[in-house]
């Protein structure tokens, strides 16, 4: 069973940049392709970005194209999530997810991905 904490979040200021962190235990890291989520009250978990499993391939959502940056090591079981040129409309939880993978496919719904993290709260004040 694969497991996902992230770290990082926090309050800052429009324009400020944040970074955070997941990290997997459980599985085989190199297998997982992996993925950050967003949601704010009310709506649906938003994709913001997905990275396959070497690292090769991305994909990022058109809100954050530009201002945000997936990278992961592989040898630290870790994903990360850049954000700069923070925005309030940026203000969310924050998660991280994983599925097992074979190629270089990136998912983009929710439900493709099988593992979660608990969420980190980014809040970007105007």
């Known amino acids: 069973q694969v497991q996902l904490v992230e770290a990082g979040g926090g309050l800052v200021q429009a324009g400020d940049s944040l970074r955070l962190s997941c990290t997997a235990s459980g599985g085989t890291f190199s297998s997982l392709a992996m993925g950050w989520f967003r949601q704010t009250p009310g709506k649906e978990r938003e994709f913001v970005v997905g990275i396959s499993r070497s690292g090769g391939s991305t994909y990022y959502a058109d809100s954050v194209k530009g201002r945000f940056t997936i990278s992961r090591d592989n040898a630290k079981n870790t994903v990360y999530l850049q954000m700069n040129s923070l925005k309030p409309e940026d203000t969310a939880v924050y998660y991280c997810?994983?599925?097992?993978?074979?190629?270089?496919?990136?998912?983009?719904?929710?439900?493709?991905?099988?593992?979660w993290g608990q969420g980190t709260r980014v809040t970007v004040s105007s």
């Open positions: 997810a994983a599925r097992v993978t074979v190629d270089a496919y990136i998912a983009r719904a929710h439900y493709q991905y099988y593992y």
